[in-house]
Nanobody, 125 residues
Framework: VQLEESGGGSVQAGDSLRLSCAAS????????MGWFRQAPGKECEFVAA????????DAGDSVKGRFTISRDSAKNTVILQMNSLKPEDTAVYYC???????????????????WGQGTHVTVSS
C-alpha cells in the first residue's frame, strides 16, 4: 500500500485542521491505520489509530478529546480531525498502515509497515 498525506498547514492556537491520508490499492480494508507525529528534536509520537473494521479507535493522551480519527473505505482514506490545536501540536504528521496480520490498533511505530511522506502542521500562539 502507498500512502499520501495532505491537509497540513499553519494555523493559530485554537484553530482546527483536517488531515487526510489517501491509500492506493484495493486492499485498504485489510489495514489498520495510524497517525504519528514528530517534532524537531523529538521522538516519533503516537497520535491516533483505527482498526481495519473501524470498530476500535485509540488516541494518545496528549490529543485525546481534541483529535478524532476516522476512515472511509469507499474512498480509501483515513482522516485525522484536529480541533483546539496547541503550539505543542506542531510537528510533521505521518500516516501509517499496520501489518495486515493484525486487525487491531497499535501505538507502536514498529508495528506499521507502510508510511507516508508526512505533512507539516505548525500552530502558533
Amino acid at each position: 500500500v502507498q500512502l499520501e498525506e495532505s491537509g497540513g498547514g499553519s494555523v493559530q492556537a485554537g484553530d482546527s485542521l483536517r488531515l487526510s491520508c489517501a491509500a492506493s490499492g484495493r486492499t485498504f480494508r485489510r489495514w489498520s491505520m495510524g497517525w504519528f507525529r514528530q517534532a524537531p528534536g523529538k521522538e516519533c509520537e503516537f497520535v491516533a489509530a483505527i482498526s481495519r473494521a473501524a470498530d476500535m479507535t485509540d488516541a494518545g493522551d496528549s490529543v485525546k478529546g481534541r483529535f478524532t480519527i476516522s476512515r472511509d473505505s469507499a474512498k480509501n482514506t483515513v482522516i485525522l480531525q484536529m480541533n483546539s490545536l496547541k503550539p505543542e501540536d506542531t510537528a510533521v504528521y505521518y500516516c501509517a498502515a499496520r501489518n495486515p496480520l493484525y486487525s487491531s490498533t497499535s501505538r507502536i511505530p514498529a508495528d506499521y509497515v507502510a508510511w507516508g511522506q508526512g505533512t507539516h502542521v505548525t500552530v502558533s500562539s
